[in-house]
């Protein structure tokens, strides 16, 4: 049986830590997947319960060289961080100080005794990381850190103890302090970057109030169980899903939605745990719980999304592999050349050789798109967008063909009624409350809208063929459609795809009622800014081609595919497909399911109660069709901070490697020292980090 286990992973330090703790898990037999995110530092792991357990997986992620943890314990780990970083100051200080200024060998041992501790304890994490990198056969930023320090340390070491020359002590204990430090304001942003998740976490209920033998009693949201009768009152969180059974209350969705406005919600209306009941007191049937509610679903989509990789990744995880070991070869090669060729002094090549191994910090390129992903999908999900994956995300931003189902798509899916010809609304609906037609359904809800007071029907019939009949008022009406009432009156109304339906009174035609499914809000607006943005626009439905041809007139749209099955969308988005489109399929998730799951993008409107089982890539949770453009215009806004990123890595490697071997140092006069070279690092991590971030502020004009 597969199963699935989330983990907060200690001790990875970049992007190659995640690949290595993947490789190993992947080996295992009984893993099925297992996608670890440097930036959240997690781990999802689907797992086959019967060949491996959860301790099984533990074992193996901690013989990687990382700890596995079930409750996260970031707090902590960045306390310890600081600690580590103010002894390293404490003792880098006087050890730089002496080394660069006092310096004499007589001061050897003194720098000794105080750069060791630094060794030991800022160093360790790093050797103890490069140690089990090396065991899986990768390499990663732990070796460079390690080889490096530990290349300066040691012989400096040689130095105080057995030969006369300088020392690097000041190198070695700069360098770990300054990456401890990067390492520290990396795990600060990455706190950032994830926030998306850690608010919807925050917005489960604390308490809840539930009638048990007919009394309340405050129990944990964990322990309402389906049926539980639910209390809530003004400004109360609600604790679960479930329905209205009794009372009114206007209701804050916006952590659910990302709507700002509140809704008004009375007996038989849905409620969503994690939202806020701001006025009113009513009592709901709880209908999920645990991990089924609305909110678990969302929070398991934006964590599972944020783990997951674009292509574009997967190519940057393809040069990652490469360029340790290509780093190292050039470190070797820098010193090589300078020792052996050039005739520099020891000490100039060995500065030259730590200095590549330090400044070629690979963390940078590793963390340029998976950031600008989780920050986007994070965005995303406060604006009520929900993106399943970076590979979806970074699709949409090349679809060129957009396919949207009619019914419930781009009209709201309930008819109404749009035209009433004579005084007849009264009788209709009098005769129409008995029925639950939609059409009558329609009838009657616009005779309460207006006011009007419903008749007492005698002898009520439902006529075969489309029509129903009543005596009212001693008077035989009759409600049907052409069928049964022959007449030409309202017959323009069904040329703009209207359903008409005349009533006569003792056999004489009194008037007559049309019904039409009226268009969503925005969706006009949605087409023309589609088309404006030089993107082809379809409409599909199983409908007639008249009441496809005025439903496209009104909204502008060319191209219409009607009467079409359910089952032929699937064909139909094939056949755009084949002709070289990159299409985007918008539905309901339900019907259009398979029209959904054959687009390069499936769009689903309207998440309601099975958010996780959407066919849709995109789930836009608010039901508002400009989510559409929003979903389209936030992967350009991402994948455009994904290029800025990953240009600031490069240009920052290909600049700074040629520099710090010493390529350039007839021209410069100086070569960098590697405690130079060091903060140069940290600060391109923080540069892409900062970039990333900065798509939190993005925003979509429609």
């Given at each position: 049986m597969v199963e699935r286990v989330k983990f907060s992973i200690k001790g990875m330090h970049c992007?190659?830590?995640?690949?290595?703790?993947?490789?190993?898990?992947?080996?295992?037999?009984?893993?099925?997947?297992?996608?670890?995110?440097?930036?959240?530092?997690?781990?999802?792991?689907e797992y086959d319960s019967m060949h491996v357990s959860i301790e099984e997986i533990k074992r193996i992620i901690k013989e990687a060289g990382y700890e596995a943890l079930e409750e996260k314990e970031k707090s902590d780990d960045i306390r310890s961080g600081w600690w580590r970083f103010w002894l390293g100051v404490a003792l880098t200080i006087p050890t730089w100080i002496i080394a660069n200024f006092f310096y004499e060998s007589k001061w050897n041992l003194l720098l000794f005794s105080l750069s060791t501790p630094v060794q030991i304890v800022l160093g360790l994490p790093f050797y103890r990381g490069a140690y089990f990198s090396l065991k899986q056969k990768t390499a990663d930023l732990n070796v460079l850190v390690s080889l490096s320090t530990l290349t300066a340390y040691f012989y400096s070491v040689a130095t105080t103890l057995f030969i006369s020359g300088p020392v690097f002590y000041d190198a070695s204990t700069t360098v770990l302090t300054t990456i401890t430090l990067g390492m520290l304001l990396e795990k600060i942003s990455q706190g950032k970057v994830g926030e998306a998740i850690k608010k919807l976490m925050k917005l489960k209920a604390k308490t809840a109030k539930v009638l048990r033998n007919g009394e309340e009693v405050e129990v944990s949201p964990e322990h309402i169980q389906k049926g539980d009768i639910v209390v809530v009152r003004p400004g109360e969180m609600i604790s679960t899903d479930g329905v209205i059974i009794e009372g009114e209350a206007t209701i804050d969705e916006s952590m659910i939605t990302g709507e700002s406005m509140p809704v008004d919600k009375k007996e038989g209306d849905y409620v969503f745990g994690g939202t806020i009941n701001r006025y009113g007191f009513f009592k709901f049937k709880a209908t999920k719980v645990g991990e089924e509610t609305v909110l678990a679903q969302i929070i398991r989509l934006v964590e599972e999304a944020q783990t997951s990789k674009a292509q574009i990744q997967r190519v940057a995880d393809r040069v990652l592999s490469l360029f340790i070991p290509s780093v190292v070869t050039i470190a070797i090669l820098t010193f090589t050349v300078w020792y052996f060729l050039l005739r520099s002094s020891f000490l100039f090549a060995l500065t030259a050789f730590v200095s590549v191994l330090v400044i070629a910090c690979p963390c940078a390129l590793g963390i340029a798109t998976p950031t600008a992903i989780m920050v986007?999908?994070?965005?995303?999900?406060?604006?009520?967008?929900?993106?399943?994956?970076?590979?979806?995300?970074?699709?949409?931003?090349?679809?060129?063909?957009?396919?949207?189902?009619?019914?419930?798509?781009?009209?709201?899916?309930?008819?109404?009624?749009t035209d009433v010809i004579g005084n007849v609304l009264q009788l209709a609906a009098s005769l129409a409350k008995n029925t639950t037609h939609p059409l009558d359904i329609a009838i009657v809800k616009e005779a309460e809208k207006?006011?009007?007071?419903?008749?007492?029907?005698?002898?009520?019939?439902?006529?075969?063929?489309?029509?129903?009949?009543?005596?009212?008022?001693?008077?035989?009406?009759?409600?049907?459609?052409?069928?049964?009432?022959?007449?030409?009156?309202?017959?323009?109304?069904?040329?703009?795809?209207?359903?008409?339906?005349?009533?006569?009174?003792?056999?004489?035609?009194?008037?007559?009622?049309?019904?039409?499914?009226?268009?969503?809000?925005?969706?006009?607006?949605?087409?023309?800014?589609?088309?404006?943005?030089?993107?082809?626009?379809?409409?599909?439905?199983?409908?007639?081609?008249?009441?496809?041809?005025?439903?496209?007139?009104?909204?502008?749209?060319?191209?219409?595919?009607?009467?079409?099955?359910?089952?032929?969308?699937?064909k139909t988005i094939r056949a755009l497909q084949k002709s070289g489109r990159v299409v985007g399929a918008v539905g309901d998730g339900i019907n259009d399911?398979?029209?959904?799951?054959?687009?390069?993008?499936?769009?689903?409107?309207?998440?309601?109660?099975?958010?996780a089982k959407e066919t849709g890539g995109i789930v836009l949770v608010?039901?508002?069709?400009?989510?559409?453009?929003?979903?389209?215009?936030?992967?350009?806004?991402?994948?455009?901070?994904?290029?800025?990123?990953?240009?600031?890595?490069?240009?920052?490697?290909?600049?700074?490697?040629?520099?710090?071997?010493?390529?350039?140092y007839q021209w410069l006069g100086f070569l960098l020292k590697p405690e130079i070279c060091a903060l140069a690092m940290i600060i391109s991590d923080v540069s892409v980090i900062g970039n990333s971030l900065l798509l939190k502020r993005w925003k979509c004009n429609i």
């Open positions: 992007e190659n830590c995640a690949k290595t703790i993947e490789k190993a898990l992947i080996k295992e037999r009984g893993v099925v997947s297992a996608h670890v995110s440097f930036p959240l530092e997690e781990a999802i792991i986007g999908i994070g965005k995303g999900a406060e604006m009520g967008i929900l993106v399943k994956g970076g590979q979806y995300l970074e699709k949409a931003r090349e679809l060129d063909t957009i396919v949207f189902d009619k019914t419930g798509t781009l009209t709201k899916g309930e008819p109404e009624v207006r006011g009007i007071k419903l008749l007492d029907v005698q002898d009520f019939k439902i006529i075969p063929g489309g029509g129903i009949m009543g005596r009212i008022g001693g008077r035989s009406v009759l409600l049907g459609s052409r069928r049964v009432v022959k007449s030409d009156l309202g017959i323009e109304l069904e040329e703009d795809g209207k359903t008409v339906m005349l009533i006569s009174v003792d056999g004489e035609i009194k008037g007559a009622i049309a019904v039409a499914d009226t268009l969503r809000k925005y969706s006009k607006d949605v087409v023309n800014v589609l088309k404006k943005k030089g993107m082809d626009v379809y409409m599909i439905t199983g409908d007639s081609r008249r009441t496809a041809g005025a439903i496209a007139r009104k909204l502008g749209i060319e191209n219409v595919l009607a009467e079409v099955l359910p089952q032929d969308k699937e399911a398979p029209m959904l799951a054959t687009a390069d993008i499936g769009i689903a409107m309207g998440a309601g109660t099975d958010i608010k039901d508002d069709l400009r989510d559409v453009v929003r979903a389209i215009e936030l992967s350009r806004a991402t994948f455009s901070k994904i290029r800025q990123n990953l240009f600031l890595a490069f240009i920052y490697n290909v600049l700074a490697i040629p520099v710090a071997s010493g390529l350039f």
